[in-house]
């Protein structure tokens, strides 16, 4: 039995029956938007509203918590080393050498963290409670050809697989006595060597066999496919659509007719 | 009867890693004949070419893997040459060793299914037949959940039940025990022999556990470095025990058994499995 | 190289290598998978532990090596508590083989993956030469040493693997299900090479779901179930008790089905393998048996080549 985290939950609620379609054309006008913005407040605002959006959708509260667990390293990153590869101007708050904190600094490491979460909700909002099959048939619908709509599928449905690979043979590898993320960052970098050079190969292994298994199932047969997992744009669909260019155009209108927005605070 | 698969002349070699490496042939020079309904064993050493020869009867070799090919395939009465592993996929079915790498739908349903949406069969027959075959494998209860969350058992049934939803009239099984814990073991012997029941499947299984093999297989094929080494009905090779220690097969327990007790007392007995043997001694003890 | 099975030369519990007192684990916030295991495995003892799938026998021996630590409870190798004691020290003495070994390969040679482990530890360059030599001899990869593993067939990979360990030369060895994937020959192979090393006094833990193997070769069969030990003693006992074996999802033997079965004959039903069967049997029927007509050399799972 593995450890494998599903990102897709089936749940039966308004976020979950729309159309994939609608669902990619409001990720993508948030996505932009996040990148309209550099005010905190802006973007912190479009983080709740990711957040509410899920939880309405009966997303359960520990999948969102697993997502910042693991967002959080990034997010401390980008705050402790981002102020003083580009300090701001103003005063100083404190000083390294010749490397400078400023607050300026401070508010822009926080604009960039709260973007890079906020981007991270709100393609939740689409894995989280998308079908992956219905997710491909959209993609269809939409004009890729389906090999290129599974690929996609594909690659998210073996994360967690070639995750688990590079766990089971990073122990394999440490339980031959050798030593992993220790010392100085070189060393704990060439440390992983083993285990990526080993993880790399069985993966390469994994979709040779994979590859064998699609045609052998009949990937490319010479007929139309048809699928269980149709998707047909409704009415809720056209209304999320409106609401969500609507919400997209005001915040253009604000950014840009009313030039809000543009500096951290 | 047309034969279900027609093997002649059939040598393959894999493409060389460099240029100047040697390329040997992994099948050697194999005639064979099965016929519809039958159910064929190959077993042998772990290189003695039985993986291969699955995807050779499939046609994933060599369209997919590359390589040289010499003599024919003729499965389902299409040759493989002529016909790319796609196409056969609606004739031949394959079963692959390893779950991990032919389960990657987001459901059991969805995995059943995905075969038969690539034969582009309408929705309402794609529904029908993934209804059937999950009640057939008994997979009602999980028909939502992930297939890589599984149990090995559920899993080669999940894998049986996506494969058999095509109806092909060839079925390939590479290891089908491969792998699988006691209650997996049974899990799958009982689908096994549901499929056997039903007749109307050519099957062929490389199976190196020969306690699969003495319950199932009518014809029994002996690999040995491409080429086939022995032939015939299991209880008959099963009884050669010198001989198939020396090709790296495992013989069922009870035929050792039979095999030791026949030589030390010279009595005949011949059974393959427990009941079998429960029947003879219990005669025999009097 | 014929040997007598292990088991006739099991050493007395002098003192015990690995122990586990009243063990708990649990993944992140889940339920526990080990629930209070107490297990006591004296040095050059052949062991063997079975259990259902998800009764926890491999997060256990993840504990002996140190890759996973108690949540609760104790777990000691050679007398000293893991607690603190980092894997490399613990590889020295613990050496394991995980489920898919072959996936841990890497190296652009054999010769270089099996030096892998005995450079770790930091042996001298003409030790690990020596030993490198010695496990190419052994399983037969001379021919292949200069090769990279990688592209090498199953059956060579899973042989790269099992040199890798023998190259390290554990005192205690845990292996996790060896068995699988194994042909005929490898099974035989494996278990020649772990029973001469169960004879030079090596301590080996063996998981696995092959009954008919256990049979043969452990000197100790412990049964988990549910994260506890539902069982343990020498594998005759545990056969004995089919409620058992249906709780924990084990099946027997066919020999031994096959001796419960003629119990109402006269059997006792002990029978682990085919010669103990015959030895009984025949002494049983009092049919006298035809002279020099002694066992013939048969590969079958859990078979012991004779002298």
Same mark, same amino acid.
């Given at each position: 039995?593995?450890?494998r985290?599903?990102f897709?939950?089936?749940?039966?609620s308004w976020?979950?029956?729309?159309?994939?379609?609608a669902?990619?054309w409001?990720v993508? &006008?948030?996505g932009?938007?996040?990148?309209?913005?550099r005010?905190?407040?802006?973007?912190a605002?479009l983080?709740v509203?990711?957040?509410?959006?899920l939880?309405?959708?009966?997303?359960?509260p520990?999948?969102?918590?697993?997502?910042?667990?693991?967002?959080?390293?990034?997010?401390?990153?980008?705050?402790?080393?981002?102020?003083?590869?580009?300090?701001?101007?103003?005063?100083? &708050?404190?000083?390294l050498g010749?490397?400078?904190l400023?607050?300026?600094?401070?508010?822009?490491?926080?604009?960039?963290?709260?973007?890079?979460?906020?981007?991270?909700?709100?393609?939740?909002?689409?894995l989280?409670?998308?079908?992956?099959?219905?997710?491909?048939?959209?993609?269809?619908?939409?004009?890729?050809?389906?090999?290129?709509?599974?690929?996609?599928?594909?690659?998210?449905?073996y994360?967690?697989?070639?995750? $688990?690979?590079?766990v089971?043979?990073?122990?394999?590898?440490?339980a031959?006595g050798?030593?992993?993320?220790?010392?100085s960052?070189?060393?704990?970098?060439?440390?992983?060597?083993?285990?990526?050079?080993?993880t790399?190969?069985?993966?390469?292994?994994?979709?040779?066999?994979?590859?064998?298994? &699609?045609?052998a199932?009949?990937?490319?047969?010479?007929v139309?496919r048809?699928t269980?997992y149709?998707?047909?744009? $409704?009415?809720?669909?056209w209304v999320?659509v409106?609401?969500?260019?609507?919400?997209?155009?005001?915040?253009?209108?604000?950014?840009?007719?009313?030039?809000?927005?543009?500096?951290?605070? | 009867m047309?034969? +279900?698969?027609?093997?002649?002349?059939?040598?393959?070699?894999?493409?060389p890693?460099?240029?100047? +490496?040697?390329?040997p042939?992994?099948?050697?020079?194999?005639d064979?004949?099965?016929?519809?309904?039958?159910?064929?064993?190959?077993?042998?050493?772990?290189?003695?070419?039985?993986?291969?020869?699955?995807?050779l009867?499939?046609?994933?070799?060599?369209?997919?893997?590359?390589?040289?090919?010499?003599?024919?395939?003729v499965v389902?009465?299409?040759?493989?040459?002529?016909?790319?592993?796609?196409?056969?996929?609606g004739?031949?079915?394959?079963?692959?060793q390893?779950?991990?790498?032919? /389960?990657?739908?987001?459901?059991?349903?969805?995995?059943?299914?995905?075969?038969?949406e690539?034969?582009g069969?309408?929705?309402?027959?794609?529904?029908?037949?993934a209804?059937?075959?999950?009640?057939?494998f008994?997979l009602?209860?999980?028909?939502?959940?992930?297939?890589?969350?599984?149990?090995?058992?559920?899993?080669?049934?999940v894998a049986?039940a996506?494969?058999?939803?095509?109806?092909?009239?060839?079925?390939i099984?590479?290891?089908?025990?491969?792998?699988?814990?006691?209650?997996g073991?049974?899990?799958v012997?009982?689908?096994?022999?549901d /499929?056997?029941?039903?007749?109307?499947?050519?099957i062929?299984?490389?199976e190196?556990?020969p306690?699969?093999v003495?319950?199932?297989?009518?014809?029994?094929?002996?690999?040995?470095?491409?080429?086939?080494?022995?032939?015939?009905?299991?209880?008959?090779?099963?009884?050669?025990t010198?001989?198939? +220690?020396g090709?790296g097969?495992?013989?069922?327990?009870?035929?050792?058994?039979?095999?030791?007790?026949?030589?030390?007392?010279?009595?005949?007995f011949?059974?393959?499995?427990?009941?079998?043997?429960g029947?003879?001694?219990?005669?025999?003890?009097? | 190289?014929?040997?007598k099975?292990?088991k006739?030369?099991?050493?007395?519990?002098?003192?015990?290598?690995?122990?586990?007192?009243?063990?708990?684990?649990?993944?992140?916030?889940?339920?526990?998978?080990? #629930?209070?295991?107490?297990?006591?495995?004296? %040095?050059?003892?052949?062991?063997?532990?079975?259990?259902?799938?998800?009764s926890?026998?491999?997060?256990l021996?993840?504990?002996?090596?140190g890759?996973?630590?108690?949540?609760?409870?104790? =777990?000691?190798?050679?007398g000293?508590d893991t607690?603190? #004691?980092?894997?490399?020290?613990?590889a @020295?003495? =613990?050496g394991?083989?995980?489920?898919r070994?072959? *996936? *841990?390969?890497?190296?652009?040679?054999?010769q *270089?993956?099996?030096?892998?482990?005995?450079?770790?530890?930091g042996?001298p360059p003409?030790?690990i030469?020596?030993?490198?030599?010695?496990?190419?001899?052994?399983?037969?990869l001379?021919?292949?040493?200069?090769?990279?593993?990688?592209?090498?067939?199953y059956?060579? @990979?899973? %042989? =790269?693997?099992?040199?890798?360990l023998?190259?390290?030369?554990?005192?205690?060895?845990?292996l996790?299900?060896?068995t699988v994937?194994?042909?005929? @020959? !490898?099974?035989?192979?494996?278990?020649g090479w772990?029973?001469?090393?169960?004879?030079? !006094?090596?301590?080996?833990?063996?998981?696995?779901h092959?009954?008919?193997?256990?049979a043969?070769?452990?000197? #100790?069969v412990?049964v988990?179930?549910q994260?506890q030990?539902?069982?343990?003693?020498?594998p005759?006992q =545990?056969?004995? *008790?089919?409620?058992?074996?249906?709780?924990?999802?084990?099946?027997?033997?066919?020999?031994?089905?096959?001796?419960?079965?003629?119990?109402?004959h006269?059997?006792?039903?002990?029978?682990?393998?085919?010669?103990a069967?015959?030895?009984?049997?025949?002494?049983?029927?009092?049919?006298?048996?035809?002279? !020099?007509?002694?066992?013939? #050399?048969?590969?079958?799972?859990?078979?012991?080549?004779?002298?």
């Amino acid at each position: 039995m593995s450890q494998r985290f599903d990102f897709y939950l089936p749940r039966d609620s308004w976020l979950h029956r729309l159309d994939p379609r609608a669902k990619l054309w409001a990720v993508l &006008l948030a996505g932009v938007a996040c990148f309209l913005f550099r005010n905190i407040a802006m973007l912190a605002g479009l983080l709740v509203a990711a957040h509410l959006v899920l939880l309405s959708a009966q997303v359960p509260p520990d999948r969102l918590r697993w997502l910042w667990v693991r967002l959080l390293p990034l997010l401390v990153m980008i705050l402790v080393l981002q102020p003083f590869f580009a300090p701001g101007p103003g005063p100083d &708050l404190l000083r390294l050498g010749p490397l400078r904190l400023t607050v300026a600094g401070l508010l822009d490491a926080m604009s960039y963290a709260l973007r890079a979460a906020t981007l991270t909700f709100v393609a939740a909002v689409l894995l989280l409670t998308t079908d992956p099959n219905r997710l491909v048939q959209g993609l269809v619908k939409l004009g890729l050809p389906y090999t290129w709509g599974l690929t996609v599928g594909l690659a998210i449905r073996y994360l967690p697989t070639a995750y $688990g690979l590079f766990v089971s043979i990073g122990e394999a590898q440490q339980a031959r006595g050798w030593i992993v993320g220790q010392g100085s960052f070189v060393a704990r970098a060439r440390s992983y060597v083993p285990i990526l050079v080993a993880t790399i190969i069985a993966s390469l292994r994994l979709s040779d066999s994979l590859g064998m298994a &699609l045609a052998a199932r009949g990937l490319g047969y010479p007929v139309r496919r048809t699928t269980l997992y149709e998707v047909r744009f $409704g009415a809720a669909d056209w209304v999320a659509v409106a609401a969500v260019s609507l919400a997209f155009a005001g915040l253009v209108i604000v950014r840009y007719g009313l030039g809000f927005g543009a500096a951290p605070w | 009867m047309t034969d +279900a698969i027609l093997l002649e002349g059939l040598r393959f070699a894999y493409p060389p890693l460099a240029p100047d +490496a040697p390329a040997p042939w992994i099948i050697d020079g194999l005639d064979l004949r099965v016929r519809a309904g039958e159910w064929l064993a190959v077993m042998g050493a772990s290189d003695a070419g039985k993986t291969t020869l699955c995807l050779l009867m499939a046609g994933l070799a060599p369209h997919l893997t590359g390589g040289q090919m010499e003599g024919r395939i003729v499965v389902a009465g299409r040759d493989t040459r002529d016909h790319t592993p796609q196409i056969l996929a609606g004739a031949v079915g394959l079963l692959f060793q390893e779950a991990e790498a032919q /389960l990657f739908n987001p459901t059991v349903e969805a995995e059943v299914a995905w075969g038969l949406e690539n034969l582009g069969l309408p929705v309402a027959e794609i529904r029908a037949r993934a209804e059937e075959m999950l009640a057939l494998f008994r997979l009602e209860q999980v028909r939502q959940r992930a297939p890589a969350e599984l149990s090995g058992g559920e899993q080669k049934r999940v894998a049986l039940a996506s494969v058999l939803a095509m109806r092909p009239q060839v079925l390939i099984l590479d290891e089908p025990m491969g792998g699988l814990d006691p209650a997996g073991r049974s899990e799958v012997l009982a689908a096994l022999s549901d /499929l056997r029941q039903d007749g109307s499947t050519t099957i062929v299984m490389t199976e190196s556990d020969p306690e699969a093999v003495a319950a199932f297989a009518d014809r029994l094929l002996v690999l040995d470095e491409g080429q086939v080494a022995m032939e015939g009905s299991p209880r008959d090779l099963f009884y050669q025990t010198e001989r198939l +220690a020396g090709l790296g097969v495992a013989i069922p327990q009870m035929v050792r058994l039979a095999d030791l007790l026949n030589r030390r007392l010279g009595t005949a007995f011949c059974f393959l499995n427990v009941g079998q043997a429960g029947e003879a001694l219990a005669v025999h003890l009097g | 190289m014929w040997v007598k099975r292990a088991k006739h030369w099991r050493c007395t519990l002098a003192d015990a290598i690995l122990q586990a007192v009243d063990l708990w684990f649990w993944y992140g916030e889940g339920t526990p998978v080990v #629930r209070g295991v107490n297990l006591t495995i004296g %040095r050059g003892e052949f062991v063997v532990l079975v259990g259902a799938n998800g009764s926890g026998k491999t997060t256990l021996i993840k504990h002996f090596n140190g890759l996973l630590r108690p949540r609760r409870g104790q =777990v000691r190798v050679a007398g000293q508590d893991t607690a603190g #004691r980092s894997m490399g020290e613990l590889a @020295r003495q =613990v050496g394991y083989l995980f489920q898919r070994p072959e *996936q *841990q390969i890497f190296s652009p040679t054999v010769q *270089q993956e099996l030096a892998f482990g005995p450079r770790n530890l930091g042996l001298p360059p003409a030790e690990i030469k020596a030993r490198v030599e010695a496990a190419l001899t052994r399983f037969r990869l001379t021919a292949v040493a200069g090769q990279p593993p990688a592209i090498l067939s199953y059956g060579l @990979r899973r %042989r =790269v693997t099992l040199a890798s360990l023998a190259a390290m030369d554990p005192p205690v060895l845990v292996l996790d299900e060896p068995t699988v994937g194994l042909d005929a @020959r !490898g099974l035989e192979e494996t278990f020649g090479w772990l029973a001469g090393l169960h004879i030079q !006094g090596r301590t080996i833990v063996l998981v696995t779901h092959d009954m008919t193997l256990a049979a043969a070769h452990a000197g #100790r069969v412990v049964v988990l179930g549910q994260g506890q030990v539902i069982s343990d003693g020498p594998p005759a006992q =545990v056969f004995r *008790q089919n409620d058992l074996l249906a709780r924990a999802a084990l099946t027997m033997p066919p020999v031994t089905a096959l001796a419960q079965a003629l119990r109402s004959h006269g059997m006792s039903g002990d029978s682990l393998t085919v010669e103990a069967f015959c030895d009984e049997y025949i002494a049983l029927t009092e049919i006298t048996e035809i002279p !020099g007509r002694g066992p013939a #050399r048969g590969m079958e799972r859990g078979h012991e080549p004779a002298l």
